[in-house]
């Protein structure tokens, strides 16, 4: 008798702490799914400029100067977490080579705050004088700027970035990616401008 009642005890005390764990388990995944649902950032181009283009092969290596201007539309998909934007960093590639070393880019907004299910444009500026292109692409950027059609470049975007969630903060650094080809200025003081690009792929 008294040993069938300690079993149902330890049944009763069993089942109480299963269901504790069974609780708290729930709402690690309820708080974890209000976090994570879709949140990663969504970037589009929504506008590029390109000017002051300018080769040189005068000299070895091969010099470019320019000046390219890039909208960048950074989206929140959240339906509950707000973001902060703690750091945009931007380079301009051709090629995989790195075009702006020299010309570190200005972003403005440089930090902002986003609210769920909204939009921010960033513009990203590079002035680049005089840069050395790496001598594998060179010719192929000549080619390019000679033919007159369109600079096919990529803008590469670190972003470092703060999940706001009631009083959690999550921080996390995804890497934005966008393929920009951008008409090349007939005149030399001319202006090519690109509408609306392609959707940049987020890497987490
Ligand atoms: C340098 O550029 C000019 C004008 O585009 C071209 O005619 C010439 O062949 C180029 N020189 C070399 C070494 O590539
Ligand atoms: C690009 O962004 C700048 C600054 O945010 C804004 O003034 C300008 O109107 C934008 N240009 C286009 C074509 O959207």
Redesign the pocket.
Known sequence: MSGSRGNSREKTCCCGSCCTLLISLGLAVLIYWAIFQPHQIRATV??AELSNLAVSNASSPVAVTYHVAV?LSLYNPSKRVNIYYDAIDAELLFRGAVLSAAAAAAA?PAEFYQRRKTAE?V?LEFDGKGVAVPEGVSAELESEVKAAASLGLELSVRVRVRYVFASIKIRQKPKVWCAVSIPVPRAPGGLGVLGSGDRCWVKY
Do not use: P
Request: glycine fraction near 0%; hydrophobic fraction near 0%.
């Open positions: 929504e506008y909208n403005s444009t513009r």
